[in-house]
Nanobody, 124 residues
């Protein structure tokens, strides 16, 4: 299956972006959708996850600012990012796995398919 994250761009600190994750070749209904990011020179890290039942999980850096959601009818996942900070600058990826969100966010289970990421730049 194919994953494509989109919606990235350049914003000023305090701004917002909504990322989308489009999945083709797979019905997302039974899958957890996880979001990750990788900043220059840093390792990939988990940001947020929503499981098949709609329960959400967030990294500490995302709590209170980001909101993950899904639309099974459209086979899409979303990440609403508010109050963005320069340290949020990274390439963002989505993944779909039959796994627990806590395992995905900590990369205890590493997704086998990352797809193409989308660049988010937060700068004044």
């Amino acid at each position: 299956f194919q994953l494509q994250a989109s919606g990235g761009g350049s914003v000023q600190p305090g701004g917002s972006l909504r990322l989308s994750c489009e999945v083709a070749g797979l019905s997302l209904r039974h899958y957890a959708i996880a979001w990750y990011r990788q900043a220059p020179g840093k390792e990939r890290e988990g940001v947020s996850c929503i499981n098949a039942a709609g329960a959400t999980d967030y990294a500490d850096t995302a709590k209170g600012r980001f909101a993950v959601s899904r639309d099974n009818a459209k086979n899409m996942g979303y990440l609403q990012m508010n109050n963005l900070k320069p340290e949020d600058t990274a390439v963002y990826y989505c993944a779909a796995e039959l796994a627990r969100c806590d395992h995905l966010l900590t990369l205890y289970i590493r997704p086998g398919n990352w797809g193409h990421g989308t660049l988010v730049t937060v700068s004044s």
